[in-house]
């Protein structure tokens, strides 16, 4: 019986893991981005990350191959959740700040359902359209408060990796992917870094600040939490739970990024920022429950 029961609770203590660690990310990622060229802190992170993940995987399933017919798309995931992602989140965090980096990004859930609905997965229905519109008035809000016009660039930098996000997920989701999320996790953080060494190599060699012992702490952080742990638990989160269950969930995760900058980095945050906040967690809402069939 109690095998059973810790069976069953244990994706939940997986998943409020998860929306912890990334709702943290954010602000901590801005510290350590103002040292660390995000090319480079990228692959920093990501190949200790590689490594500790395929550890973990054979330990557990005593292989860290992957069959022929999933390869496809793995390398989809990667470029999508990884390279794209993880480098455009991260120059979206220098440009805009956590909070609001974070809002833009988390209407994921929204564009999730939207492609799944354009490549035949889901059924265009009212409650996609409403979720759709709620996004679209967040994502309208949120640009006056940033003044758009003076920061596109961050604009569509930071929105794009939404996007990335939201293919990458409807993927992992249909991709027929069916090999241990450890082991799939791992070849994930190499695939998807291997494209992004060149530009840090060229870039960011003669771009470093002076490191401390926050954004070594960070760095940690990173490999062992935002790298290592959310990649394993986001997938294995998947497999267990609808999509409409985790996208639920994380609706928690840019509100906490927000106090958290609120709290901590003394970010101060406008009625837009919160009209914004509010329609974009509506949107995931009525997305996750399609309560207007």
């Keep these: 019986m109690e095998f059973i029961y810790s069976r069953k609770t244990l994706p939940f203590l997986l998943l409020i893991i998860l929306i912890l660690v990334w709702a943290s ?7 350590a981005i103002e040292v660390i060229p995000p090319f480079s802190f990228r692959v920093i992170i990501g190949i200790p990350a590689f490594v500790l993940l395929l550890a973990l995987g054979f330990k557990k399933v005593k292989k860290i ?46 564009w999730a359902t939207i492609f799944a609905a354009i490549f035949g997965y889901e059924k265009i229905n009212i409650s996609i359209i409403i979720s759709l519109i709620f996004g679209m008035l967040g994502i309208f809000f949120l640009s006056i408060e940033i003044n758009i016009f003076d920061n596109i660039v961050g604009f569509l930098i930071t ?3 939404g996007l990335s996000w939201a293919v990458g997920t409807m993927i992992v989701k249909y991709g027929g992917i069916k090999s241990d999320g450890l082991i799939v996790a791992g070849w994930q953080q190499i695939i998807g870094i291997i494209p992004i060494i060149p530009f840090a190599l060229y870039f960011d060699l003669t771009d470093f600040g002076p490191l401390n ?38 609706m928690a995760v840019p509100i906490l990024a927000i106090l958290v900058d609120y709290i901590f980095i003394n970010v101060k945050f406008s009625t837009l920022d919160f009209l914004a906040l509010i329609f974009i967690i509506s949107g995931i809402y009525i ?3 399609k309560p207007f069939n």
């Design 25 to 31: 990310v954010w602000s901590l990622f801005k510290i």
């Design 65 to 110: 191959n992957i069959p022929k017919d999933e390869w496809k798309s793995l390398i989809l995931i990667s470029f999508f959740n990884v390279t794209l992602w993880q480098v455009l989140m991260l120059y979206g965090i220098s440009m805009l700040g956590g909070g609001r980096a974070a809002v833009l990004t988390y209407t994921m859930p929204v």
């Design 159 to 161: 929105l794009s990796a």
């Design 213 to 250: 012992y926050i954004h070594l702490f960070i760095i940690l952080y990173g490999i062992f939490l935002s790298s290592a742990y959310t990649y394993w638990a986001y997938f294995t989160i998947l497999q267990k739970f609808s999509v409409n269950v985790t996208s639920i969930s994380v």
């Design 287 to 289: 997305v996750a429950k």
